[in-house]
């Protein structure tokens, strides 16, 4: 009698887990694989020619899949792999092919530097003409409610300028789908966890969450089992 009860359990936390993804010092390669099989937009893939890529990257083949099905995932790449194309090629396929009429923010990327937020920006750009807005505390928070105002369907800023963005009622989080955390461990360390622990909790739990990094402590995987109720810790190898 309560078996069905412990199923329907049992599949709910499924949906929320993180599957960890370590990647091989020699990863497994199809050098045949397409974006086309990936099922990246079209759009996206002649963008992507324009730049001289033509091929999917060890991490891309692996991760993308993971992601177009909506699934939470920590992957851990170095930097130089196209980690960041692994998730932002995936969710703007996704976005572009999904009815947003209010052009609500769905697509929110924490960064630890202001550097690397605006490297991440202007790769979005690059491939696709969604509005982005770079959120970055330091910078005038009056220009960036300005910003705001003009409907970007993608954020990416810093975990404190977000979170005071959110208090404010300026960016609202109920809508986000999908929250990435570019260099989890940088955002998870000492100087910058608070906020970014504030962050998580912030956002609705059915929100997909992706996380990258160089390297992986057992701090962060500690706060994303929080997060999302459990880590299903893997290794995906040349099978």
């Not at 890529?53 to 930097?79: C, G, H, L, R, Y």
């Not at 940088?186 to 929100?207: F, G, I, N, Q, Y």
């Amino acid at each position: 009698m309560m078996h069905k009860s412990g199923k329907s359990n049992q599949k709910k936390q499924e949906t929320l887990k993180i599957q960890f993804v370590e990647f091989l010092e020699f990863p497994w390669y199809n050098q045949s694989m397409t974006f086309e099989e990936l099922n990246i937009n079209s759009d996206i893939i002649k963008s992507l020619l324009e730049k001289q890529i033509t091929q999917p990257t060890s991490v891309q083949q692996k991760v993308i899949p993971f992601i177009a099905e909506n699934k939470n995932i920590m992957f851990q790449s170095e930097t130089g792999t196209g980690k960041t194309f692994a998730y932002v090629l995936p969710l703007v396929t996704r976005l572009m092919a999904q009815e947003n009429p209010g052009k609500a923010v769905k697509i929110m990327i924490v960064s630890p530097t202001y550097e690397l937020a605006s490297q991440i920006k202007i790769e979005i750009q690059s491939i696709c003409k969604i509005r982005c807005a770079l959120l970055i505390g330091g910078a005038p928070i009056g220009r960036q409610i300005e910003l705001l105002k003009e409907k970007p369907e993608i954020v990416i800023g810093g975990a404190s300028r977000l979170l005071e963005l959110i208090h404010l009622k300026k960016l609202k989080a109920e809508q986000v789908e999908t929250l990435v955390l570019d260099e989890a461990d940088r955002l998870l360390s000492k100087e910058l966890r608070d906020d970014t622990e504030a962050l998580l909790e912030r956002l609705p739990k059915h929100v997909q969450l992706i996380g990258n990094s160089a390297t992986v402590s057992s701090y962060t995987l500690k706060i994303l089992q929080k997060a999302r109720d459990g880590i299903v810790r893997g290794e995906l190898n040349e099978n």
